[in-house]
């Protein structure tokens, strides 16, 4: 199974971008978790949200109001909305996927390989 993120790029604050992340080697976007973290320079890698097997969704505290996860099961693809950027929200974001994805990075069976977002003050 590899997991790709896209969608990374520089936008100012106020602004938005989408995340994609895509699966393949197999369909299992209908047993597992999935869900993004990120990672600053110089702190460690944070729960951002997740969306479980059967739809709910979960976000970190410093994201909810302005960020929205969802998933196409049947285009093995999972996306964040990001809306009302801030500078703070720059980081490397990872999408991940696990079968009981929980907030902690234990929790994960399978990363991508991250996509940088930069945002500008």
């Known amino acids: 199974v590899q997991l790709q993120a896209s969608g990374g790029g520089l936008v100012q604050a106020g602004g938005s971008l989408r995340l994609s992340c895509s699966a393949s080697?197999?369909?299992?976007?209908?047993?597992?978790?999935t869900g993004w973290f990120r990672q600053a320079p110089g702190k460690e890698r944070e729960f951002v949200s997740r969306?479980?097997?059967?739809?709910?969704?979960n976000y970190g505290d410093s994201v909810k109001g302005r960020f929205t996860i969802s998933r196409d099961n049947g285009k093995n693809t999972m996306y964040l909305q990001m809306d009302s950027l801030k500078p703070e929200d720059t980081a490397v974001y990872y999408c991940?996927?696990?079968?009981?994805?929980?907030?902690?990075?234990?929790?994960?069976?399978?990363w991508g390989q991250g996509t940088l977002v930069t945002v500008s003050s």
């Open positions: 969306i479980t097997w059967n739809g709910v969704r």
């Open positions: 080697g197999r369909t299992f976007f209908n047993y597992y978790g």
């Open positions: 991940a996927a696990g079968r009981s994805l929980r907030v902690d990075v234990q929790s994960v069976e399978y």
